[in-house]
C-alpha cells in the first residue's frame, strides 16, 4: 500500500467527520484468522450510499469463504463496503475501495 492510498483513505474519513457520523460510523481495518484481512467502510450519510459495486469475487466460494492461499472478496452489504483478502492483499483491498469512491 502506497502512502498516498492510506494518506487518501484518511482524507476520506475526515471529510465525512461532522461530529455525528464518526460517532457511529466510519471505518475498521482488522485481521482476520483465515489468516487475512478484513476492511469495513460505513457509507450511510456519504456520497456513495447507494451506489453500485460489482463485487469481486477471488478464490471465494458463492458464501465468499476462501477456496485457496490467494483470495479477494469486495462487497456491499448492509450499506457497509467490506473488504477482505488474504494476508498480502490489504493495499488492494484499500485502493479497490478508493478506485470505487473516486
Known amino acids: 500500500m502506497s502512502d ?10 475526515a471529510r465525512h467527520c461532522d461530529g455525528e457520523w464518526e460517532q457511529h ?3 475498521s481495518v482488522q485481521s482476520t484468522d483465515n489468516p487475512g484481512w478484513w476492511v469495513k467502510i460505513d457509507l450511510e450519510r456519504t456520497k456513495l450510499a447507494g451506489r453500485p ?3 469481486v469475487c477471488e478464490g471465494v466460494d458463492d458464501r465468499g469463504f476462501p477456496t485457496s492461499g490467494r483470495w479477494l472478496h469486495c462487497r456491499l452489504k448492509d450499506g457497509l463496503w467490506h ?7 490489504l493495499a488492494e483491498i ?7 469512491a473516486g
Open 25 to 27: 460510523r466510519g471505518v
Open 53 to 55: 459495486f460489482a463485487a
Open 4 to 13: 498516498d492510498d492510506l494518506n487518501r483513505l484518511a482524507r476520506w474519513f
Open 83 to 89: 473488504g477482505a483478502g488474504d494476508q498480502t492483499r
Open 94 to 100: 484499500i485502493s479497490r475501495f478508493l478506485a470505487w
